[in-house]
């Protein structure tokens, strides 16, 4: 099963492992399950005779000598172990982990912008930190993963429950009216996701969030609803603070370190970018509405495009090295291509 799914091998492979699965039931029930093996022992001593006994020391000492190596990494390509080594490499704030509210980084007393979103705001938020001196200066994080900042948001699973994200939105929205006024919001969210589901197709495709006001209105659509509840989670926002919305990183349906480690394993030389136009298949409605509400609200959209796509492709990795930390999650390494971006804003805030 495991070579199965990590060759990507085609379903005949099914057919013969499920062969291969009875044969191997049929060996071991003869051939060990029906062996009858010491069970009385003169002294301690004796049980180190016993097969059963001496099997579990031998495979324990090859596990723990496995883990010590980290899989006896050293004899792996510096390469593969630089790709392995992409899926840790995440934000090291851990303000979404510890769930901390607000999340300082940086000199506290002197806060020159706030990031506010979802797994994805969390992925990218270092890419902001690098513009500024963050010994004297600092940003305020208000991420939680799975909750975009859009007011009356719903998460599907949280329907007939608590509804966690309904009322972080509301706390969201309570500190940024009333905390550090003329400071910058950086609004980033995997928007996708919740209007269409994964884009990965291994995983599920169904909607993640619902609205209040499909509730009211039965006939609303899910993407009328977006685009009336986003657009007055930013009026409420620009009363107080200068808004920059960010457009929609590219999502790479798969798993970017493990894909490349297991490439450099097999010496194959796949192209892992995607096509740019699939990137716009998945987000042209939200490109649209983005641009729109920041049009119609006076504000600025920012278009992370410019940075991972060029002559039509989209790339997953920069000088071979992975830019994602899974499928969709730019990693510490990624997220730092971006830094140009919000440097271009926030120099306008730092005078």
């Not at 009875?22 to 071991?28: T, W």
């Not at 706030?114 to 992925?123: K, L, N, P, Q, Y």
């Not at 480690?261 to 892992?272: E, G, P, T």
Request: hydrophobic content about 40%.
């Amino acid at each position: 099963v495991v070579a199965i799914l990590y060759f990507s091998l085609n379903h005949i492979f099914v057919y013969l492992g499920i062969g291969l699965s009875v044969l191997l039931g049929f060996l071991s029930y003869n051939y060990i399950e029906k062996i009858k093996f010491q069970n009385n022992f003169e002294n301690s001593l004796s049980y180190l005779r016993c097969k059963p006994v001496s099997m579990v020391l031998v495979v324990g000492f090859i596990g723990g000598i496995t883990f010590i190596t980290t899989g006896f990494q050293s004899h792996y390509p510096k390469e593969l172990i630089i790709a392995e080594n992409e899926a840790l490499n995440r934000n090291p704030f851990r303000c979404d982990f510890d769930q901390k509210f607000p999340c300082y980084i940086g000199n506290k007393d002197n806060i020159k912008a706030i990031i506010v979103g979802d797994s994805h705001a969390e992925a990218l938020m270092t890419g902001l930190t690098v513009s500024l001196d963050l010994k004297h200066s600092g940003i305020i994080a208000l991420n939680r993963s799975g909750c975009p900042f859009i007011l009356n948001a719903i998460k599907i699973s949280s329907i007939g429950k608590k509804q966690d994200c309904y009322e972080e939105n509301i706390k969201r929205l309570e500190y940024l009216d009333s905390h550090h006024t003329g400071v910058p919001v950086f609004w980033i969210a995997r928007t996708g996701l919740y209007v269409y589901g994964h884009s990965n197709p291994i995983k599920s495709d169904e909607q993640r969030i619902y609205f209040n006001s499909q509730a009211n209105k039965e006939k609303i659509s899910l993407q009328e609803a977006l685009k009336i509840n986003l657009n007055m989670t930013i009026e409420r926002i620009v009363v107080n603070h200068p808004v920059y919305l960010i457009k929609p990183t590219p999502e790479m349906r798969k798993n970017i370190p493990k894909t490349l480690a297991k490439n450099i394993i097999l010496n194959k030389k796949d192209d892992l970018s995607i096509n740019y136009e699939l990137y716009l298949l998945r987000n042209k409605y939200i490109i649209s509405l983005i641009d729109e509400l920041a049009y119609s609200n006076d504000i600025q959209a920012l278009d992370p495009i410019p940075y991972l796509c060029d002559n039509g492709r989209c790339i997953a990795q920069f000088n071979g090295r992975p830019i994602y930390s899974d499928g969709d999650h730019m990693s510490e390494y990624g997220n730092k291509l971006l830094a140009p971006m919000f440097q271009l804003a926030i120099q306008k805030h730092l005078n």
